[in-house]
Nanobody
Framework: QVQLVESGGGLVQAGGSLRLSCAAS????????MGWFRQAPGKEREFVAA????????KYADSVKGRFTISRDNGKNTVYLQMNSLKPEDTAVYYC????????????????????WGQGTQVTVSS
């Protein structure tokens, strides 16, 4: 079992930046592909970004391409989401998720692929 704890959320003005972190513990972090998802009030949880085990590949939702960057540091057991040029529609609770030993990125935008989830961190973007 891997435990995930997100941090770094907060309130920011439109156009601003935030960096989210997700610290993992309990298992070998480098065995897991990692994803970020978000859920706004009244909406379903949606895919934001994902990264493979050794950072060889990343995947992004169209809505965040060019603005968000996912990265990981396997030595620190942490995955990051750098969010730039934030918009009010980015307001949501952001969750990190882990999937054990999956190859490639084809399925990493599917929330059902992930077995482990953090508790989430709130991001609010004011206009």
């Amino acid at each position: 079992q891997v435990q995930l704890v997100e941090s770094g959320g907060g309130l920011v003005q439109a156009g601003g930046s935030l960096r989210l972190s997700c610290a993992a513990s309990g298992r070998t972090f480098s065995n897991y592909a990692m994803g970020w998802f978000r859920q706004a009030p009244g909406k379903e949880r949606e895919f934001v970004a994902a990264i493979t085990r050794s950072s060889e590949n990343t995947k992004y939702a169209d809505s965040v391409k060019g603005r968000f960057t996912i990265s990981r540091d396997n030595g620190k057991n942490t995955v990051y989401l750098q969010m730039n040029s934030l918009k009010p529609e980015d307001t949501a609770v952001y969750y990190c998720a882990a999937r054990f030993q999956i190859v490639g990125t084809a399925l990493l935008n599917d929330r059902n692929v992930y077995a482990h989830w953090g508790q989430g961190t709130q991001v609010t973007v004011s206009s």
